[in-house]
């Protein structure tokens, strides 16, 4: 049975995900940055709170921020000012471990040990609130890393509730344990998923407010929940371990366009002797073609997308049965829109 796809069969329905995971507090790269790729340059919008509205519409927190001054845009939607929060005080970092301290999240197994860090960092002052880069909720340090800053620093420009979400994340990277890079990032947003779940059923957090924390859950329901790490966290996968989950959680069939593309990317830096891995890759059935084109895109170009390009740098990878494989594949797929 092919993979269920959680994103809709449409560019639109694909752009809208992509650009709420973009707008999420705690994975995605600067607000700034966000771009969506398949709107035209006029609709594109370096301002975060415009691009929020535009995308999701204006949830509690953002009405909040101001009141309606430019009237309707043409899509209805209203025009909203500048998201301005007031700012956390150092108090809420300690209410903000009270409140889990009492929660079930905590008395887990992990969840007392993240408890335990967590005061253990509060009792020696490491954990403060800073200005830090939007779209980065938190950050854990170690080593040189803290020199000078908090080893568990947190935005002060975020919701009671996800700075409380985003402080047990980094504290489960505060445990230190042995593990991968990817597999710790993974255990980061397990507990914070399942943390948020509690909160969500006691009504204390509004799922309007926590696009991310909805996109995990609905991801790890699919069996989908490594793909919300890509393409941001690309940079931590090295081959051993793509070699190693290669067949986990669905397989690669079940892996979205941009996981996919990121494998590809972290295999081809060693050159052609994972030939055979990167032809698997990209051959696995896919249920759109938008996605296998955006998979060869990213695969030209991580971040703008390159059809053309991705296709070279494969063809010069692949030996000649895999590129005429390959190239069937392309025009099952692509046929005349292939472009030049």
Not at 48 to 55: A, F, H, K, N
Not at 153 to 174: C, D, F, P, W
């Amino acid at each position: 049975m092919a993979p269920a796809n959680h994103r809709g069969n449409g560019r639109r329905a694909e752009a809208d995900v992509h650009e709420r995971l973009f707008l999420s507090n705690q994975v995605m790269l600067r607000m700034a940055e966000a771009k969506d790729p398949f709107a035209s340059h006029d609709e594109r919008s370096s301002d975060m709170v415009g691009l929020y509205v535009r995308v999701r519409g204006a949830g509690p927190m953002l009405q909040r921020a101001g009141k309606d001054e430019a009237g309707k845009q043409a899509t209805g939607e209203k025009a909203i000012k500048p998201f301005e929060q007031p700012k956390l005080q150092p108090k809420d970092v300690r209410a903000a471990i009270d409140q889990f301290k009492n929660s079930d999240a905590a008395k887990t197994a992990v969840g007392r040990r993240v408890l335990s860090r967590l005061e253990e960092l509060y009792k020696e002052e490491e954990i403060g609130l800073e200005d830090m880069p939007v779209g980065l909720g938190g950050e854990y340090r170690t080593g040189s890393q803290s020199w000078g800053r908090y080893d568990l620093g947190l935005s002060e420009l975020q919701s009671y509730n996800a700075m409380a979400l985003k402080m047990t994340h980094e504290a489960v990277h505060a445990l230190e344990v042995e593990r991968h890079s990817v597999d710790d990032e993974m255990a980061a947003f397990d507990f914070e998923a399942d943390y948020y779940e509690e909160l969500k059923k006691k009504k204390l957090v509004n799922p309007a407010e926590h696009d991310l924390n909805e996109d995990y859950l609905r991801l790890k329901a699919e069996n989908r929940a490594v793909d919300v790490l890509f393409p941001k966290y690309a940079k931590l996968l090295d081959v051993a371990w793509i070699r190693k989950h290669k067949d986990d959680w669905g397989g690669l069939a079940n892996r979205l366009s941009e996981t996919r593309a990121a494998y590809v990317n972290s295999l081809l830096e060693e050159g052609d002797s994972e030939e055979n891995l990167v032809f698997r890759i990209v051959s696995e059935p896919m249920v759109y073609d938008w996605e296998f084109h955006e998979m060869i895109a990213k695969i030209g170009d991580r971040e703008k997308g390159d059809f053309a390009a991705g296709l070279r740098r494969l063809n010069v990878v692949f030996t000649p049965a895999h590129r005429d494989a390959f190239n069937r594949i392309i025009q099952t797929r692509m046929g005349s829109r292939i472009p030049k």
